[in-house]
C-alpha cells in the first residue's frame, strides 16, 4: 500500500518558499541601495524631506466654551464736578476677574474676585485738571477656568454719561498783615 503525501502540505511549502525567496530578493536590492555608511550616525537631520522627524505629541488644550449670557455689569453714579484729580468708582460686575476705567488723564485697574451683589470692584480713576473727563468702564469676565469675555461702557446704571468736570482751584495764599500798627 502506497501512501500519499497530503496536497495541501505541498501547496503551502511552496507558498512559504516562495515568499521566503521574494523576501530576500527585495530585501536585499533595497537594503543595499539605502544602507548607511557604518561610519555615520543617525540624526533628526537625516530624515527625508517628505517625512517630517518623530516629535512627542502635544497635550491637547481644552477650548473655550462660547459664554451663556452676559454678566450683570452696572457703575454707580459719579460725581459731576469735583476739585480733586481722582475719583473712586463702585463697579458692579458678575464673575469679576478685573475692572480697567480710563479718561482722559489715564487709565487705572484693579484685579480680584468680584461679584455683581456682595463684592463691588473699586476703582480710582485719575482725572485731567480744568476739563470734563470722560469715563470709560472696562469688566473682564472669567466665565470658565481661563476663558475670559470683557463688558465695556460709558454710561452709570441709570444711563447718564460717566463725565466729571474736574476743577481745579488754585490754592490761595492768605495775606499776611500787620495787626499791631503804632
Known amino acids: 500500500m502506497k501512501t500519499r503525501f497530503p496536497v495541501w502540505l505541498a501547496c503551502s511549502a511552496i507558498v512559504i518558499l516562495a515568499a521566503l525567496f521574494l523576501t530576500q530578493t527585495f530585501a536585499g536590492s533595497t537594503s543595499a541601495q539605502t544602507a548607511a555608511p557604518a561610519s555615520a550616525s543617525a540624526s533628526v537631520n537625516d530624515w527625508p524631506d517628505d517625512?517630517?522627524?518623530?516629535?512627542?505629541?502635544?497635550?491637547?488644550?481644552p477650548t473655550c466654551p462660547p459664554?451663556?449670557?452676559?454678566?450683570?455689569?452696572?457703575?454707580?453714579?459719579?460725581r459731576p464736578s469735583t476739585n480733586l484729580r481722582y475719583q473712586t468708582i463702585k463697579v458692579y460686575l458678575g464673575k469679576g476677574y478685573s475692572v480697567i476705567a480710563s479718561s482722559e488723564a489715564g487709565t487705572a485697574s484693579v484685579t480680584g474676585k468680584f461679584d455683581a451683589f456682595s463684592r463691588p470692584a473699586y476703582v480710582t480713576v485719575p482725572l485731567e485738571p480744568n476739563i470734563t473727563n470722560h469715563i470709560?468702564?472696562?469688566?473682564?469676565?472669567?466665565?470658565?477656568?481661563?476663558?475670559?469675555?470683557?463688558?465695556?461702557?460709558?454710561?452709570?446704571?441709570?444711563?447718564?454719561?460717566?463725565?466729571?468736570?474736574?476743577?481745579?482751584?488754585?490754592?490761595s495764599i492768605p495775606l499776611i498783615t500787620n495787626k499791631w500798627t503804632e
Open 136 to 171: 470709560v468702564i472696562t469688566g473682564v469676565v472669567e466665565y470658565w477656568d481661563d476663558c475670559f469675555y470683557t463688558l465695556t461702557t460709558s454710561t452709570d446704571r441709570y444711563g447718564n454719561p460717566l463725565e466729571i468736570e474736574q476743577r481745579d482751584v488754585p490754592m
Open 51 to 61: 517625512y517630517p522627524p518623530p516629535t512627542s505629541t502635544p497635550t491637547p488644550k
Open 67 to 78: 459664554p451663556a449670557t452676559p454678566e450683570p455689569f452696572w457703575v454707580e453714579p459719579v
